[in-house]
């Protein structure tokens, strides 16, 4: 499987958002990732649907939809509807999972189970057979540029094994040039940067950095 790199918007200048999307776009960005935050379920607050309509007209970059809020069902529909390829919801805020998973296929697009460091994976065992994703989160979840956490490599490595080849295992949080040969190793297959691509001048050398990593890590 080719491994997918996903600049994390939280990290750009949004002043200046339209250049910032354009110049991932131009540097081979295969997702960009929306951080969806409610001030409630994390302790920040960002955008909803329609600033993620307005984005969507200006990329053609799919996009990837992580919603850090306490009620994620309202919103599944209105972000369907204003483009996203695909979106995660916290296992630890969705007590009716398997609802909440089907109600995002519903929508046409791929669901996704986001899963914080401290949660236990056997909390979403049972339910990757409704999933296109996981998103494992290697930082607690809110901001932007915090430290991975080192423990998070063991975690993706059983997430691998007992998921089998297919799943796509997308890590998001202080991922880097320096932990992604690991990561990719371990089995994610999707790298989420934000710090990592926006935090640098020149974003198309970052993420061909994180490529090369990615590819190291892949030979393993
Ligand atoms: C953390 C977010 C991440 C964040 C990653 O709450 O889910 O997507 O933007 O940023 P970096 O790569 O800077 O840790
Ligand atoms: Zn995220």
């Given at each position: 499987m080719n491994v997918r790199i996903a600049p994390s918007l939280l990290a750009a200048d949004f002043s200046r958002i339209a250049q910032e999307i354009q110049d991932v776009e131009k540097a081979g960005a295969d997702l960009l990732h929306l951080d969806i935050m409610d001030g409630h379920f994390v302790p920040n607050l960002t955008f909803g649907p329609p600033v993620v309509r307005s984005l969507a007209r200006d990329t053609r970059i799919p996009l990837d939809a992580h919603l850090m809020v306490t009620d994620p069902d309202p919103l599944i529909p209105a972000l369907a509807a204003a483009g996203v390829a695909r979106i995660a919801v916290h296992v630890e805020a969705c007590p009716h999972l398997h609802r909440t998973l089907q109600s995002i296929g519903d929508s046409g697009i791929e669901a996704g189970i986001a899963v914080n460091p401290?949660?236990?994976l056997s909390l979403i065992e049972d339910a990757l057979p409704w999933s296109s994703f996981v998103l494992v989160l290697s930082?607690?979840?809110?901001?932007?540029?915090q430290d991975f956490i080192p423990e998070s490599v063991e975690r993706i490595r059983r997430l691998r094994r007992m998921a089998g080849d297919s799943l796509d295992i997308s890590v998001d949080g202080g991922v880097c040039r320096d932990n992604a040969a690991d990561l990719v190793g371990a089995g994610a297959t999707t790298l989420i940067a934000g710090s990592e691509i926006f935090g640098a001048a020149d974003r198309a050398r970052s993420i061909a950095v994180l490529r090369q990593s990615a590819d190291h890590g892949e030979s393993r």
């Open positions: 401290a949660s236990a930082v607690n979840p809110g901001f932007g540029g």
